[in-house]
């Protein structure tokens, strides 16, 4: 059963950069699409991009100044960095799996990791 | 972007009842829609792809449907482990992009 968990520092003062990494395991990263969602607090999900295992990206223009995505397949992993972060970017961050096949929905999904910008 | 126009924002039923959540496209996404389940303090969970197409090990209760531009997700009798927050996602065009949620509680 593939899981996936996500890793990174849970406080940051705006200004600084985000870095999450998101560890696969129980399968490879091979052949997959592998996706950034983040929920702010009591609020919805907003996708943040994909990047695939060959390296490819797409990331939502509303944030494609300041993202940043990245996959080593030697530790099967993926990471995401972010710019510049503010409160508004305070929020849950999830990584996840694209389903195989070309369908963008997202089988399955890390536990993810609270992330809070206060100075 | 692709606009997702989630309704009703929440509900409320009881166990047993039939319940629809509905996402309306701002624009025509040839039946690339998912349906997620989350519960509180939770990651989401696909219920349902392609629109119609039900998750491995997603109870039959749940379906998906379309009328032109108009996506439904129906629970055929609601049981307790329902009661959730659900979601609609496009993937029909970059960026994806989701609907607000509908809260489903307990009458």
């Known amino acids: 059963q593939v899981h996936l968990q996500e890793s990174g520092p849970g406080l940051l003062k705006p200004s600084e950069t985000l870095s999450l990494n998101c560890i696969v395991s129980?399968?490879?990263?091979?052949?997959?699409?592998w996706s950034w969602i983040r929920q702010p607090p009591g609020k919805g999900l907003e996708w943040i991009g994909y990047?695939?295992?060959?390296?490819?990206?797409d990331y939502n223009p509303s944030l494609k100044s300041r993202v940043t995505m990245s996959v080593d397949m030697s530790k099967n992993q993926f990471s995401l960095k972010m710019s510049s972060v503010t409160a508004a970017d305070t929020a849950i961050y999830y990584c996840?799996?694209?389903?195989?096949?070309?369908?963008?929905?997202?089988?399955?999904w890390g536990q993810g990791t609270m992330v809070t910008v206060s100075s | 972007d692709i606009q997702m126009t989630q309704s009703p924002s929440s509900l409320s039923a009881s166990v047993g009842d039939r319940v629809t959540i509905t996402c309306r496209a701002s624009?025509?996404?040839?039946?690339?829609l998912a349906w997620y389940q989350q519960n509180p303090g939770k990651a989401p969970k696909l219920l349902v792809y392609?629109?119609?197409r039900l998750q491995n090990g997603v109870p039959s209760r749940f379906s998906g449907s379309r009328s032109g531009t108009e996506y439904t997700l129906t629970i055929s009798s609601l049981q307790p482990e329902d009661f959730a927050t659900y979601y609609c996602?496009?993937?029909?065009?970059?960026?994806?992009?989701f609907g607000g949620g509908t809260k489903v509680d307990i009458k």
């Open positions: 996840a799996r694209d389903l195989p096949g070309g369908d963008d929905a997202l089988d399955m």
């Open positions: 624009q025509g996404i040839a039946n690339s």
């Open positions: 990047v695939s295992h060959s390296g490819g990206t």
């Open positions: 129980g399968g490879s990263i091979s052949s997959y699409y």
């Open positions: 392609t629109a119609f």
């Open positions: 996602q496009q993937y029909y065009g970059s960026p994806l992009t």
